[in-house]
């Protein structure tokens, strides 16, 4: 739909009036972050922001940022004053599912980073709790992923392993993501963090798509204008 693309838009750029001359910025992947690069491009050509240093969570973003013009680095431990990003699931407190676009490992290390996570999306993403809308995206090892999975079914996961066509998706990583959904003691109602520990702590898994008290804010382009969802 044009107007809800034009309010993710106007998200984004309601973001990237948080950047400011000189920062350290995390730039994150999909289609309303790919809006904000867009206006952080805009912003260095027109002599409105100055030396900004920036790290891109996937191959798209950074080659989107680098043809703008945007100084784009490798990550180094040099905390992020800022980082922006989409998320495909958004609760009250700002908990975040990320994954859908595949980039949640480089994301989740750009953005544990930030002094500050902005996030940018669509009211669809706004959810009660995670889980209710989207599945859980799991970045998991190629070598070995039917152990893997049967290692994750034991905790309760149930899906798929992600399709591009008619292959098996691959992650910037070199990795596939498992697309889980959980029933029993895991599913509606689960302690996320402990989920997340025990998702961790399976031999086999990269990382999840679980970004739990990182975001600081999300500005969210709904029908009736951009709505901003702040961590109580």
Do not use: W
Not at 193 to 204: F, M, P
């Amino acid at each position: 739909m044009a107007y809800l693309e034009a309010l993710k838009k106007e998200a984004a750029i309601r973001a990237v009036q948080l950047a400011q001359s000189g920062m350290h910025l995390g730039l994150g992947t999909g289609s309303t972050a790919k809006y904000a690069i867009e206006e952080l491009g805009r912003k260095v050509a027109a002599g409105e922001l100055r030396d900004l240093t920036c790290v891109a969570t996937s191959e798209a973003s950074d080659a989107l940022a680098r043809s703008l013009g945007l100084t784009v680095g490798p990550l180094t431990p040099q905390p992020f004053d800022l980082a922006i990003d989409g998320a495909d699931e958004i609760t009250p407190d700002v908990d975040l599912i990320k994954g859908l676009g595949g980039a949640l490992v480089r994301e989740k290390l750009v953005e544990v980073q930030a002094r500050r996570l902005v996030i940018v999306a669509d009211y669809t993403k706004l959810v009660t709790r995670l889980g209710e809308k989207a599945p859980l995206p799991i970045e998991v090892l190629r070598f070995g992923v039917q152990s893997t999975l049967e290692r994750l079914r034991r905790l309760g996961a149930v899906g798929e392993l992600r399709q591009a066509g008619s292959e098996l998706y691959v992650t910037d990583n070199g990795n596939f993501i498992f697309d889980a959904r959980f029933v029993g003691p895991q599913g509606q109602g689960a302690d996320l963090a402990a989920l997340e520990r025990d998702l961790k702590g399976t031999l086999g898994v990269v990382e999840t798509g679980l970004f739990l008290g990182l975001a600081e804010r999300a500005f969210v382009a709904a029908p009736d204008g951009v709505q901003e969802v702040v961590r109580r």
